[in-house]
């Protein structure tokens, strides 16, 4: 028998903090491999997201780890994430482990419960590392949190355990990087230092030579180099884990530039908000998020998105009044479309007799724009699907008949006798108002089909638009994009010879 390979070197990226820039750089480096012919594969042992994609066989793994898969131009698979936290509350989240849901994690038992899940990590990068060339793993939040060192399954222990040739990013434009950097070797001990092979600042809006001395002060002070300042990227258009990119943008509403105002309503915990990135790129549509009723003004298309606490954030819906706005408005001849739990809100009835979102035998009301009734149950469905349009009214009806593909992620099912908007797989899915104003849907992914989205504006009244490129082509030439200005600020040349690659 011929002798096994040595197992696939590992790049690892870790941040001084949340939000620096990690999975971007990952997504980035997962293409220049690719494109420098190398068999790359993406990986985040613990993500906390509730930003999800489904697999081919129908594992739930987090969106940036799909993302980067696509940058690798690999399909997605359960070993990118082994184990995702889908926060649910301020103390407590769902845990995924390998694909399926685990039941829930609370913060009193967050370092003993995630240490115990460390085989799942081993298992999981271990196969990625017999499959591919190179494995890129990025870390979550802070390289090193002192408090939680122990627990730690996900940054600097994955590190070790794979002797990787690690690289800390620090964010320049939250000011004072050159603290956060030295900042962050201070609090670790002898072994974890010595993971660290160089740093990398990022988000950087300026001349680089103005960093020159702190660049020499810190390598001096360190005895690890400074191996790229990646300049701040323009209109950034990759997928998002985080929903923090939703408060740097604000909930004010943008200045109009179009015929179509379409409001996504911000829930607490909103879920798979890059449902709506295409939007965002459209011509002649103005896409804002709102929290508050006097911020809705009169859209021509209102957006209840997924959730990953429905009958919760249906509560703070209620709470600031954008319940009465809603309805106001599609009385007044606006539209609505309600996606996963935005879909569940717009029913009569939540019933909860498992408790798979709170207290078991809850009942609430939802919002009463479509007679349907939801029950929860703590089975969750996880699916990629195709199907399309079945909608005879409204602005949908310009859609009827065209293709769709996407995924389903939920646990309830949504009944009652309205036509429904789609057909996926073979069954009916969401609903549709008999006077076309209303509409719902489990599928994610809508906006991302092209015709659909056309059609679906077009009926909104907007003007036809030619487009020159899919959204899958779009998506493919901004991962080119990013890559070559990564490229172009980072040593390559010395990151490949720390991994022996050269």
């Known amino acids: 028998m011929p ?29 220049i491999f690719r494109q420098d012919g190398v068999r790359v594969a993406p990986f985040k042992a613990q993500n906390m997201s509730n930003n999800a994609d489904v697999t081919d066989d129908g594992l739930e793994i987090g969106r940036a780890q799909s993302e980067q898969a696509a940058a690798a131009g690999l399909a997605p698979s359960v070993d990118m994430n082994p184990i995702l936290l889908k926060p649910q ?15 829930l994690l609370h913060a009193a038992d967050f370092v003993t419960r995630k240490r115990d899940l460390w085989p799942v990590v081993e298992g999981a990068i271990g196969r990625l590392r017999s499959e591919y060339d190179l494995v890129i793993a990025e870390g979550a939040g802070a390289a090193i949190e002192p408090n939680l060192r122990d627990g730690d399954i996900v940054n600097l222990r994955v590190a070790r355990h794979a002797a990787a040739v690690t690289l800390l990013v620090g964010d320049i434009d939250r000011g004072g990087v050159f603290a956060q950097l030295l900042g962050t070797l201070e609090w670790l001990t002898a072994a974890e230092r010595a993971c660290l092979h160089g740093f990398i600042i990022n988000r950087f809006r300026g ?13 001096s002070r360190t005895g690890l180099p400074m191996l790229g300042v990646i300049p701040w990227i323009d209109d950034l258009r990759l997928a998002e884990e985080d929903a923090v990119t939703l408060e740097r943008a604000g909930g004010a509403p943008a200045p109009a530039r179009g015929a179509v105002d379409i409001a996504v309503i911000r829930f607490p915990r909103i879920a798979n908000f890059d449902d709506f990135d295409p939007l ?8 804002r998020y709102v929290e508050r009723a006097d911020e809705l003004g009169t859209p021509d298309l209102m957006i ?3 959730t990953k606490a429905t009958i919760a954030d249906l509560a703070v819906l209620r709470e600031r009044k954008l319940d009465i706005a809603i309805r106001a408005r599609v009385d007044a001849g606006g539209h609505v479309l309600g996606i996963c739990g935005g879909f569940q809100m717009l029913g009569e009835h939540l019933v909860d007799p498992e408790g798979a979102e709170g207290l078991p035998g809850t009942r609430v009301a939802g919002l009463g724009l479509l007679p ?13 699907t195709t199907g399309h349009v079945t ?10 008949g065209l293709s769709v593909h996407g995924y389903e992620i939920h646990m309830g099912r ?15 899915d969401g609903a549709v108002s008999l006077d076309g104003r209303v509409a719902g849907t489990y599928l994610h992914g809508l906006w991302h089909n092209d015709d659909v989205r056309t059609a679906i504006l077009a009926g909104l009244g907007r003007a036809p638009v030619d487009h020159k490129f899919s959204s899958a082509e779009r998506r493919d030439a901004e991962f080119d994009r990013v890559a070559a200005v990564v490229r172009r600020h980072l040593n390559l040349a010395r990151v490949r010879h720390l991994l022996k690659m050269d």
């Open 89 to 103: 509350g301020d103390r407590t989240s769902q845990i995924v482990v390998a694909g399926r849901p685990a039941g």
């Open 414 to 428: 949504t009944s009652g006798t309205l036509p429904p908007l789609l057909r996926l797989s073979g069954h009916a």
């Open 372 to 384: 349907v009734c939801t029950v929860f149950s703590t089975t969750k469905v996880t699916r990629r």
């Open 3 to 31: 002798p096994s390979r040595a197992p696939a070197p590992v790049l690892m990226i870790v941040g001084t903090g949340s939000s620096v820039g990690k999975s971007v750089i990952v997504a980035a480096l997962c293409r």
């Open 391 to 400: 909608a005879r009214t409204g602005p949908w009806s310009t859609a009827e």
């Open 304 to 306: 209840l998105p997924g």
């Open 280 to 287: 965002g790129r459209e011509p002649e549509v103005r896409l």
């Open 207 to 219: 001349v680089p030579a103005l960093l020159a001395s702190a660049v020499t002060d810190l390598e």
